[in-house]
């Protein structure tokens, strides 16, 4: 195929409008949540409706936020993350919601609690112990925070329910909870942090039991077209290879509750979105998730990360490579639903509407130093 044929292929698949829940996306492109420090006290404030109007403005069709914390003492630990609590906080992300849709754009906040990860003594409540399944960092033997109690879950929950409800009044489209990359559900979900001998602790599907409790109290807060989306992952943030599930069994025994409690859309975190999850298949982790749940899915990792990914593909590399045909492969087989795009994102608040106008040849190269520069 040649770059103007793959060009209006590109064009064509990822304009096409998808459903998720209640909500309708105007096409396939979601900006992945990246954390970013520019919101003193927790406030955003106008370079961040700034910031993600501008990506709405050039044809991101869902922008999932960067992580915003949920109004939990343990929560989080910088001052400058957003938080998604408070009254002048959730007034500025209104701002950020409503110029994302008068830019054409849909929006969900990404609901964050870091659990374990964070660090005693520091910001928003310097007191507040870090809180996860059993008081175990990722890789720990002994505890160095608090094995939450039954009280401190019902609060989390409730925490995140109360967000959700806020970003239904505020005017976001739906929600993300973060699952992912070893912060506090992850910590549950995973065996290496989870040593409980509850409810909370055990198999898989004990393990995956605070998620499915937080996604049913948020089904049950918010109307039931509002949208919510599950971001999970195998890998987490100190341990690449780490895996929640060995088999597509055992993935299913985590999904099936939470689909079941109310998620109407998973977000599968993988590194690099061409890698097959198991063995015997192509699906990678969004696609199985799909096959797994019958739920939309987004895929995610190193899309359009260097300019000549696209062009390997001319040269014979194809399926090695993340170029975008093979992406494109996977559309056309309903392999899943969206595509997240992260770092080429960053760097290039355009990237999105040269895609979708098949302008190839305009897309620069990746450059972390230039990318990084716009989250510090
Ligand atoms: C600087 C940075 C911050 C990130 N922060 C978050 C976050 O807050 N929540 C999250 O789920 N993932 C976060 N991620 C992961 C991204 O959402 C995404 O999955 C990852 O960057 C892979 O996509 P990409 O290859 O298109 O960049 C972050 C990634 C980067 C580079």
């Known amino acids: 195929m040649t770059v103007a044929a793959s060009a209006s292929r590109a064009a064509e698949i990822l304009s096409r409008p998808v459903s998720l829940g209640g909500l309708t996306v105007p096409n396939r492109i979601a900006m992945a949540p990246m954390t970013r ?21 050039a044809g991101v069709g869902l922008i999932v936020t960067e ?69 175990l960092r990722l890789g720990a033997t002994e505890p160095t925070g608090k094995a939450m109690t039954q009280a401190d879950i019902d609060a989390v929950i409730g925490a995140f329910a109360e ?48 998620s499915e409790e937080i996604v049913a109290a948020v089904r049950e807060t918010v109307s039931a077209d509002f949208p919510i989306i599950f971001r999970y992952s195998q890998w987490k943030q100190e341990a690449y290879r780490a895996r929640l599930a060995e088999t597509p069994e055992e993935l299913e025994s985590i999904l099936t509750p939470l ?32 096959k797994l749940t019958g739920k939309p899915a987004i895929t995610v990792g190193s899309v359009g990360l260097d300019g000549g990914d696209f062009l390997k593909s001319f040269q014979g590399e ?7 045909d093979n992406l494109l492969d996977r559309f056309e087989r309903d392999e899943f639903d969206m595509v997240a795009v992260g770092r080429a994102l960053l760097q290039d608040p355009q990237w999105a509407r040269k895609v979708l106008d098949g302008r190839f040849d305009e897309l620069a190269p990746y450059d972390a130093a230039a990318a990084l520069k716009t989250l510090s």
Do not use: C
């Open 37 to 57: 420090m520019f919101s003193p006290g927790g406030v955003p404030g106008e370079d961040v409706v700034s910031y993600y109007a501008r990506r709405a403005a």
């Open 67 to 135: 992580g915003t914390y949920v109004g939990h003492e343990s929560a989080g630990q910088s001052d400058r993350v957003p938080r998604f609590h408070g009254e002048e906080q959730l007034a500025g992300w209104a701002k950020v919601a409503e110029a994302v849709h008068a830019a054409g754009g849909t929006i969900v906040p990404q609901l964050w609690h870091i659990g374990m990860v964070r660090n005693q003594g520091e910001p928003p409540v310097a007191d507040a112990p870090a809180v996860g399944p059993s008081g």
């Open 163 to 210: 967000a959700a409800a806020a970003a239904e009044r505020i005017g976001f489209d739906g929600v993300e909870l973060h699952g992912a990359h070893g912060y506090l559900l992850d910590q549950f979900l995973w065996e290496g942090t989870n040593r409980r001998t509850d409810a909370y602790g055990g198999d898989r599907v004990a393990r995956a039991k605070l």
């Open 259 to 290: 689909a079941a409690a109310g998620v109407d859309a998973f977000h599968a975190s993988t590194r690099r979105y061409w890698v097959p999850e198991f063995e015997d298949s192509d699906l990678n982790l969004a696609g199985w998730t799909k």
């Open 318 to 324: 194809g399926a090695e490579v993340g170029d975008l």
